[in-house]
């Protein structure tokens, strides 16, 4: 896997998305290892290239959720740290995200 080759010693992923979540204007897998959330892509149709973020767990000092929309329903992650880190996706991606991340904060 080639998130594999971005983590640090004893780094362990605890959770992987199984949907892309939008965070910007981009779409990434979100994962949530034991020290860090990391946003991963691989972007490029010929010539492939790695697109990650990454922050560490203990820069998070709050975690909100909430959904949006009437028919179209969209699940909203807000992480505040050093910034404010908004993610949006599907509303059972997003819960999930959210309760795996809730265990480290």
């Known amino acids: 896997m080639?998130?594999?080759?971005?983590?640090?010693?004893g780094?362990?992923?605890r959770f992987?998305?199984?949907?892309?979540?939008?965070?910007?204007?981009?779409r990434y897998q979100v994962f949530i290892t034991n020290k860090r959330l990391i946003m991963y892509a691989r972007r490029g149709t010929l010539m492939k290239s790695d697109d990650l973020?990454?922050?560490?767990?203990?820069?998070f000092h709050n975690v909100?959720?909430?959904?949006?929309g009437l028919i179209n329903r969209?699940?909203?992650?807000e992480f505040e740290g050093k910034t404010l880190v908004q993610m949006y996706g599907p509303p059972r991606?997003?819960?999930?995200?959210?309760?795996?991340?809730?265990?480290f904060i």
């Open 2 to 9: 080639p998130i594999d080759d971005f983590l640090t010693p």
């Open 74 to 77: 969209s699940g909203i992650i």
């Open 93 to 103: 991606d997003a819960k999930a995200i959210y309760q795996q991340i809730m265990q």
């Open 64 to 68: 909100k959720y909430r959904e949006e």
């Open 53 to 59: 973020v990454s922050i560490p767990l203990e820069e």
């Open 11 to 13: 780094e362990e992923i």
């Open 16 to 26: 992987s998305s199984t949907t892309k979540m939008r965070y910007g204007e981009k």
